[in-house]
């Protein structure tokens, strides 16, 4: 499976959140992670638009790291006809997303078959996108994160946090 992260689950583990370290913990190794070139444009974006200083570069030294340990999924053909069929979806549906660059991770995540992770609701809409949020605390476990240990368990393959997931595998296949 391929989890691919909206911008604001990548900011949350770059700042280490302790509900996403887990689900990435729980992952089973055949399991990916990825971003959307979008996400990755917001993330620089964020970094460069601020003034040179300390907190700049640890947001930049951050997001060196997250980019080197996931996916990256770039937008193609498919990702653009997604787009099409879920923007006229939600207008027809008068259920608008919010920002356009939402509306081009959700084509991403469906194009290339990815639960999307995010913790914003809009992304609820989008027909038959598969949604998980990983920042929320809850008093039990998600439902798939019983899976994910079962499969996990199978193998001494233990994740680290985020910061120190093992190399990944890059080995998607582009549309």
Same mark, same amino acid.
């Given at each position: ?7 604001? /689950?990548?900011?949350? @583990?770059?700042?280490?959140? *302790? #509900? !996403? ?6 992952? &089973?190794?055949? %399991? ?26 640890? /947001?930049?030294?951050? @997001?060196?790291?997250?980019? *080197? #340990? !996931? ?6 053909? &498919?990702?653009? %006809? ?35 992770? *995010? ?57």
């Amino acid at each position: 499976m391929i989890y691919l992260w909206d911008t604001n /689950i990548a900011s949350a @583990a770059m700042a280490e959140n *302790s #509900q !996403v370290a887990m689900h990435v913990a729980a992952l &089973a190794p055949t %399991d990916d992670l990825a971003i959307a070139s979008i996400t990755r444009g917001e993330i620089l974006y964020g970094a460069v638009r601020l003034l040179p200083s300390k907190r700049r570069s640890e /947001i930049e030294t951050k @997001a060196a790291t997250l980019f *080197s #340990q !996931v996916l990256c999924l770039p937008v193609t053909e &498919a990702v653009a %006809d997604a787009y099409a069929d879920i923007k006229a979806a939600l207008e027809k549906a008068g259920r608008p997303i919010g920002k356009e660059n939402d509306l081009w991770i959700a084509a991403v995540a469906c194009a290339y078959g990815c639960v999307l992770v *995010s913790a914003q609701t809009s992304f609820s809409y989008v027909p038959e996108l598969q949604v998980e949020n990983w920042t929320q605390a809850t008093d039990s476990e998600p439902a798939n994160m019983q899976t994910r240990k079962r499969r996990a368990a199978t193998t001494d393959h233990r994740r680290k946090p985020l910061m120190l997931i093992p190399e990944r595998s890059k080995g998607i296949e582009l549309l």
